[in-house]
């Protein structure tokens, strides 16, 4: 019989608020050391909390894309331990009253649903980051006091592929809620898992990886863990419950701790934050400041004719589906095309967001609907795609200023056409022959004549018209 893994995962998220959740200090990555600190930060002798109510605004978006129950009545803990990053020598957070509880995600696993279920989750403040040399341990206050969320999941997981999906899936919602960046590499968003594997419905030794620094890697650091716990059952000794972390060097786990007693972090009610009472109001106010979540534009995409695989890359990139919301009336299609391909292409070489570019909303309604008119075509719309992103001119008076419209002139079609082919008569020999990629070729002349000036569609219909008439 083979062992059956269970696995359970939590996980810490930087809620992106403009100030700390317990001071008036900006809550900002990347800045020089200990500049976003103050104070209350630096646990000063007689200093209080002054608490940011933002904070809730954005725990309760997390709470309802996530499916939680949000508890109403709540307070915070003090959370009692010792550590260097620690100044207080203990943490707020929430212990018996977390914010949301009950939740799920729901993931595809080969085209098969599966609800990954939350047991709960509550808000908390973040310590100061460590950073080691082989001399020093330096400590930055800037990360003191930064807003957290902590999700935990029930161990329902039974595959490192339901472990990663179930991030993916978490993180893609979180981004689209707007309450975190989630960005693994710059810390914003952590990932502990519990790993245990047994050969009976018991749940075996539960034992935690941390400090696993990408969404792949937790995968990894599964089905590592649960290979090393085999060999270790296998050869008749018994496994302990203890902490390890993922070595992404060697891609092994390491071990950090043996957990040999409970942790008492002896909570109580925190003294100086009152209870938090949450009102019907309030938590409507703070849902409907949510966009559209990511399946619902899934939806819309994929009635639109736009292909599976560009509808993940629209997913993936937040910055084009938000653009794209505000075009749901026109050709979503061609509108995807353009913002994946040389339009983005665009923003990377120039190192842009579209917001930062003259390409308004206006212009690019136009851009498209010309295109899906047949108005311009793909050749014309390269020719004027700096303009586009770099003047402030229309659409219309930059095409008429390359000169480069496009021709409905069927006279001037048939004319160029016939041309063609009165002076390709061993490419239409052997079109005749059966090579139909002599076709092509001659498009290539056609469209060559005709400098970007006609309509490569109704070039190609009547040259086909042409050719099966001959």
Known sequence: MEY????????HCELKTKEKIFSPSLSNYGSIANTNANIIDMAYPGVLPQFNSEVLSFAIKACHVLNLNITKKMHFDRKNYFYADNPKNFQITQNETPIGTNGYVEIDINGKKKKI???????EEDTCKSVHSDKYSLLDYNRAGVPLIEIVTKPCMESALEAVKYLEKLRELLLYAGVSDCKIEEGSMRCDTNVSISKTNEL???????????ISNVGEAINYEAKRQEEILEKGE??????RRFDDKTRTTILMRVKETGNDYRYFPEPDIPYVNLTDDFIHDAINELSRMPDERRKDYEKSGILPINIEKIIANKEISDYLENFLDINLVIASNLL???IQSYLNKNNLKIEDTKLTHQKFRDLVNKLDKKEINNKIFKDILIDIM????????????KGLNVSFDDN?????IDNVLSNNEKIISDYKNGNTRSAKALMGLIMKEGKGKIDPSAANEKLMEKLNSL
């Open 204 to 214: 075996g030794t539960k034992i935690e990886v941390k400090n696993i620094g990408s």
């Open 117 to 123: 279920e939350i047991l709960e989750m509550h808000i």
């Open 412 to 416: 001037l079609l048939n004319s160029i």
């Open 390 to 401: 770099e003047t402030s001119k229309d659409i219309d008076d930059i095409i008429c200023d």
């Open 340 to 342: 994946l391909g040389d």
């Open 238 to 243: 018994k496994l302990r419950e203890e902490t």
């Open 4 to 11: 059956r893994k269970t696995i359970g995962i939590e996980v």
